[in-house]
């Protein structure tokens, strides 16, 4: 199996709701804002847990916060 991509539109949802910051949904589902700023940058991939908790500070499904693309 090989490697797999996982997009987001973090970035986008954080603008739509009040213009939230990094640090912002950081603090609420408790992780660093460097830890936002990597999976905004698809440079890390969030647990599946975190990627819940993301999702639902949107109260968005996860499928319209992350996106799964395998090569």
Same mark, same amino acid.
């Given at each position: 199996?090989?490697?797999?991509? #996982?997009? &987001?539109?973090?970035?986008?949802?954080?603008? $739509?709701?009040?213009?939230?910051?990094?640090?912002?949904?950081?603090?609420?589902?408790?992780?660093?804002?460097?830890?936002?700023?990597? #999976?905004? &940058?698809?440079?890390?991939?969030?647990?599946? $847990?975190?990627?819940?908790?993301?999702?639902?500070?949107?109260?968005?499904?996860?499928?319209?916060?992350?996106?799964?693309?395998?090569?």
């Amino acid at each position: 199996m090989g490697k797999s991509l #996982i997009s &987001n539109n973090i970035r986008k949802l954080r603008f $739509e709701h009040d213009e939230m910051t990094q640090q912002q949904l950081a603090d609420k589902v408790g992780v660093t804002r460097q830890t936002i700023v990597a #999976i905004e &940058n698809a440079k890390y991939s969030p647990s599946l $847990e975190l990627a819940f908790r993301i999702a639902h500070i949107f109260g968005s499904p996860l499928e319209d916060v992350f996106s799964y693309h395998p090569k």
